[in-house]
């Protein structure tokens, strides 16, 4: 069974600290790989997409990565703000015919001013 | 563009009841997609189309369920008849391509009583 495991569930830093969070898929085989934000009551918003083929994934502040032999992603955040309180998803897709997007349970983040 | 518009915002309803969510997806995307999220199970996908025409519906939790998208602009989520075990939030999504990201809408969260 295809899954997709969020570690942790939820993390409070302070502000400006850097901070990593996890996510592990059980099928190598992935097409690409995404991560979303969700705000409280609202919907989710793509952050970044990773492709099979890379590596990595920049923007702004954000930086993720994929190791797809481990099962692997990580999403770096920099020099965090209370602004980026919010719940992390990520989502594979797997290849073949589905355009399926398997999601994490996701990462409550809380950056305490 | 206003992007992904979902209605009604909030739906409250009696067991029994038949309850019909809308989805306008954006201008020119493919593909809709419709998830269910939950607590206990997260995000799932239910269901989605392409040009149209339903391609997955193996998300689909029971034949209460039905989904129909009589145009590119227009599609909607029944439950006929409801049960409180279907409380969530029920978000639509959109792509211009099954690979590409998914920009989802603020969700509908129904309450079924």
């Known amino acids: 069974k295809q899954e997709v495991t969020q570690i942790p569930a939820a993390l409070s830093v302070p502000e400006g600290e850097n901070l990593v969070l996890n996510c592990s898929f059980t099928?190598?085989?992935?097409?690409?790989l995404q991560w979303f934000r969700q705000d409280p009551g609202k919907g989710l918003t793509s952050l970044l997409l990773i492709q099979s083929s890379q590596r990595e994934q920049t923007s702004g502040r954000l930086n993720a990565s994929l190791d797809k032999s481990s099962g692997r992603s990580t999403l770096y955040i920099a020099a965090s703000q209370p602004g980026d309180s919010a719940t992390y998803l990520c989502a594979v897709r797997y290849g073949g015919a589905t355009n399926k997007l398997i999601f994490g349970t996701g990462t409550l983040l809380a950056v305490q001013p | 563009d206003a992007g992904v518009i979902q209605s009604p915002r909030h739906e409250v309803t009696e067991m029994g009841q038949e309850v019909t969510l809308r989805c306008k997806p954006i201008s020119g995307h493919d593909y809709l997609f419709w998830y269910r999220q939950t607590m206990m199970r997260g995000l799932e996908l239910l269901i989605y189309f392409n040009n149209n025409v339903p391609i997955d519906d193996s998300g689909m939790p029971e034949d209460r369920f039905s989904a129909k998208m009589p145009n590119a602009s227009f599609s909607t989520l029944k439950i006929q008849p409801s049960e409180p075990r279907d409380s969530a939030v029920y978000f639509c999504a959109s792509s211009l391509s099954g690979e590409a990201t998914q920009y989802f809408g603020p969700g509908t969260r129904l309450t079924v009583l």
């Open positions: 099928d190598s085989a992935i097409y690409n």
